[in-house]
């Protein structure tokens, strides 16, 4: 005998079908305010942030800059005669030296041999000259007793005019040797440090040759280069601080701001005299600024100011609670303060933190203790 089997899909069909019936009457009171309607969703607030305004304070003005430090003025020693062979180098690079002091000596003795002989030509020139003389006053004694003719005279006048010219001409040769041996003494002009050498013993030197190159009073000066606006802005006498490479510190004044600016760069020189063993050494290039006193200066925390492209922003907090972007162009900066030099106003309502993750329009919450400081001068 089969089995029969009994299938239940009408029953099912049924409950489904109610389950169905159940659902529309309930979205219907739903639609017509019953108390279990759904209320709107609102925009949730993805971070909470702080706010500041700027403050106006009283900052230092400087003028940043780089340049080379040179020497205040060079000295170049070389001899003032030539044909002569250096004898002797007394002083080597870095020694310090005093005005007068002897630096190199050329050899004399050539020089000495000519004096000898133009001091043996004014002692025969001198005789020669006496004895003239001495003829034409015997000449003029006898002028008016007949001995002697008028033409006669005058030779004797002639002939002591003569001798008188060729013993000045001998003095005036002894006393160019003499000249020339005392520049065999190669000295120095004024105080300094001797920066270079480059004569070398036993060379025979044509005037001019440079010996030595000395930093005149070992003054160095730092010698940045600036262009036209912050040129407008520098006095002479204004403080300088400067970097080394070395990581040490200089400290100088401005001793002269240049008159022109470069045709090519469109950028003048200053000149700032350097303090006395700062440290320094001619021909480094260092970083510095000089102090121009105090200006006002518009200033935000530097948490503040996002960096994109190069570029600074801020995020200004607006109505409803959203923020907006807004470029800035920054100045100096102290501690942990940053100048704003356009872009915000007193009255902008800055966001502090989180700058990185807020986007345009986005929605954000004030902290509890994010309300805005009063301004006030330091």
Same mark, same amino acid.
Request: aromatic share 4%; proline share 3%.
């Given at each position: 005998m089969k089995n029969k089997t009994f299938s239940n899909k009408p029953g099912?069909?049924?409950?489904?079908?109610?389950?169905?019936? $159940?659902?529309? #009457?309930? @979205?219907?009171?739903?639609?017509d305010g019953a108390p279990g309607a759904a209320a709107p969703a609102q925009e949730a607030s993805l971070l909470t942030v702080q706010v500041v305004q700027a403050q106006t304070q009283k900052w230092p003005q400087t003028v940043q800059a780089n340049g080379a430090i040179e020497a205040w003025q060079d000295?170049?020693?070389?001899?003032?005669t030539g044909g002569l062979r250096i004898a002797e180098l007394k002083v080597d690079v870095g020694a310090k030296v005093k005005r007068g002091d002897l630096l190199a000596r050329?050899?004399?003795?050539?020089?000495?041999?000519?004096?000898r002989k133009q001091e043996a030509a004014v002692a025969q020139s001198r005789a020669s $000259?006496?004895? #003239?003389? @001495?003829n034409y006053r015997r000449a003029k004694a006898a002028e008016g007793s007949g001995a002697?003719?008028?033409?006669?005279?005058?030779?004797?006048r002639i002939n002591e005019a003569t001798a008188k010219a060729t013993l000045d001409a001998a003095m005036a040769e002894l006393d160019s040797i003499r000249l020339k041996l005392s520049q065999t003494r190669i000295t120095a002009v004024d105080d300094g440090v001797v920066a270079s050498k480059s004569g070398v013993l036993g060379n025979v030197v044509v005037a001019g040759t440079e010996l030595y190159r000395l930093i005149r009073q070992g003054r160095l000066e730092w010698r940045p280069e600036v262009d036209a606006r912050q040129l407008a802005a520098i006095h002479v006498g204004d403080k300088a601080s400067l970097t080394l490479p070395d990581g040490g510190q200089a400290e100088g004044a401005v001793r002269l701001v240049g008159p022109v600016l470069s045709d090519g760069t469109g950028r003048a020189t200053v000149y700032v005299t350097l303090s006395q063993n700062s440290g320094a050494r001619r021909g480094m290039f260092a970083s510095g600024s000089m102090s121009l006193g105090e200006s006002e200066a518009l200033t935000l925390p530097q948490q503040a100011i996002t960096r994109r492209?190069?570029?600074?922003y801020v995020w200004l907090l607006g109505k409803e609670g959203r923020v907006a972007s807004r470029a800035v162009e920054t100045g100096r900066s102290q501690g942990d303060r940053i100048e704003v030099v356009t872009g915000v106003g007193t009255d902008d309502r800055v966001v502090l933190n989180g700058g990185a993750f807020l986007a345009e329009g986005a929605k954000v919450t004030l902290s509890e203790d994010g309300k805005?400081?009063?301004?006030?001068q330091p």
């Open positions: 099912i069909g049924i409950a489904l079908l109610a389950a169905l019936v $159940f659902l529309t #009457a309930l @979205s219907g009171c739903r639609k000295i170049i020693v070389s001899p003032e050329l050899a004399d003795d050539t020089v000495r041999a000519e004096m $000259f006496e004895q #003239a003389a @001495s002697l003719s008028e033409q006669q005279i005058e030779e004797y492209d190069g570029r600074g805005t400081p009063q301004r006030k």
